[in-house]
């Protein structure tokens, strides 16, 4: 694979040795793609990006916001055409998987969370300030987050997401209140450095030291944008009264840095939180409804609760009428099909995971379920050729279907899952938890979870969702 033999030549360049393994790690929502490059000791993350112009922002900004003084990745290499660079490895904790480990064994927002919030949002406030001194001459793809910024992230609501969703609007009275909206929010301090998407899973965290990373569509705008982006979150799910101390503790620390009027700060930050759901949901709604990607589906309900919150707790001090009432119907949708799905009986939750994270906890509150080991099964991964797929490709899927020990594994899973399946409908019980691991989350388990569901969906009255955990 000619990447995988760059990020060769980009290691020995840097290390003095080629790589004894390189690990492909998922992509996310991104069109770049990743890897873990290793030899003994010594590890660093390969990204490759055709978007050269991307990247050169991303070139930028590493040495000019370590210059004043942030934490980011080190860019050990870059490749002669600049599509592949090869920088720090940072390990694998992130804020949002702390406050998930935090969630999901019931300690929630914690003190320990609080305190590293408020430092993050602390480095925030100072990079936000140093950075209005950058180039935005290298921002890609504009300088500035400015009003043709706002009306594309505000199309990419309008058509992935209410298209998509087939919720009505009158298109000339929603771009009136969009330009309303897009003016309100301009009308105020842009010169900050912006960092575009402040969110958890974009901090990783090395012996509690926070570092920042996917900085790469920073350009020049206001303040609130950040701040919004990293306390509404979506699956971060951040108690209210926990966002308002910590909007407090960022508001002060950046009064303390520049000069700035506190309550228009705090009543334009709203209009800002409505942006970055919308562009948000945006997200979601061509990830989800277009791409079919389960994850992007269930972030939709946990964002229109956001938009719920801001909607009855938040009102902006400018006139949005259909835009509001746009947005009333796709809550009240959501209402709607929460009460369908509440009303349709059992739902199967089947997860892929890698068992070097540890086995997915049940957050329905049903204790678990099945989880099934695919470590004994043929592994793909340990051929280079298959190392950039998951178990959804199809080479990875032709490697692993009709081998008779994987057929016979997935045969005993289905029997002992539909046994309890059958008696969970009979006893209207709601829910069950079915998991299918491997070492790395990304072809073994991931093939199995996508044809038990399959198989599940065909032939049983319940409702069935995927998670692959890795594939995130």
Not at 26 to 50: C, D, L, Q, V
Not at 68 to 94: F, H, K, M
Request: with cysteine; hydrophobic share 35%; aromatic share 14%.
């Amino acid at each position: 694979m000619a990447i995988e033999e760059e990020i060769k030549r980009l290691f020995l360049r840097w290390s003095g040795a080629e790589p004894t393994e390189i690990l492909s790690l998922g992509a996310h929502g991104s069109a770049r793609r990743y890897w873990r490059a290793f030899n003994g000791s010594r590890s660093a993350i390969a990204a490759w990006n055709e978007d050269v112009r991307e990247n050169e922002a991303f070139y930028y900004y590493s040495s000019s916001l370590a210059e004043r003084g942030v934490n980011v990745p080190q860019v050990y290499a870059i490749s002669e055409d600049r599509r592949c660079y090869l920088q720090q490895d940072l390990g694998d904790t992130t804020l949002y998987s702390r406050l998930f480990d935090k969630q999901r064994t019931g300690k929630g927002f914690d003190g320990e969370m609080l305190a590293l919030y408020k430092r993050v949002l602390a480095d925030l406030a100072t990079m936000q300030v140093r950075g209005r001194s950058m180039d935005f001459s290298h921002a890609y793809p504009r300088s500035d987050f400015d009003a043709q910024s706002i009306q594309w992230d505000l199309n990419y609501f309008k058509y992935c997401f209410l298209k998509l969703r087939h919720t009505p609007f009158d298109e000339e009275l929603l771009e009136r209140d969009f330009h309303t909206l897009i003016h309100y929010l301009l009308d105020t301090d842009c010169g900050f450095f912006l960092y575009r998407d402040f969110q958890s899973r974009n901090i990783m965290l090395v012996d509690d030291e926070p570092y920042y990373i996917d900085f790469q569509g920073g350009r020049r705008g206001a303040a609130q944008y950040d701040v919004a982006a990293l306390l509404y979150s979506s699956k971060s799910n951040i108690p209210e009264a926990i966002r308002q101390e910590l909007l407090s503790h960022y508001i002060r620390s950046l009064a303390d840095l520049t000069a700035i009027d506190v309550s228009d700060f705090r009543a334009r930050f709203y209009g800002y939180v409505l942006i970055r759901i919308l562009q948000a949901m945006g997200a979601y709604g061509y990830r989800g409804y277009f791409e079919r990607k389960d994850y992007f589906l269930g972030s939709i309900p946990l964002a229109v609760n956001n938009l719920r919150t801001i909607l009855d707790s938040h009102p902006l001090p400018v006139e949005l009428p259909h835009l509001t009432e746009v947005l009333r119907t796709v809550i009240a949708q959501q209402d709607a099909e929460t009460d369908t799905m509440a009303h349709t009986g059992l739902r199967v939750t089947v997860n892929s995971f890698s068992y070097k994270k540890g086995i997915p906890q049940d957050p329905s509150g049903n204790g678990g379920g099945f989880v099934f080991d695919c470590r004994a099964l043929p592994n793909p991964g340990r051929y280079p050729e298959y190392k950039s797929y998951t178990g959804k490709d199809r080479p990875v899927v032709e490697f692993l279907q009709g081998d008779p020990a994987v057929e016979q594994f997935i045969a005993a899973a289905e029997q002992l899952v539909g046994a309890s399946v059958t008696k969970y409908l009979e006893r209207n019980f709601t829910n069950l938890s079915v998991s299918f691991g491997c070492t790395g989350g990304q072809h073994r388990s991931v093939f199995c979870a996508e044809r038990v569901a399959k198989w599940l969906s065909e032939n049983y009255k319940c409702q069935v969702v995927i998670n692959h955990v890795e594939q995130q």
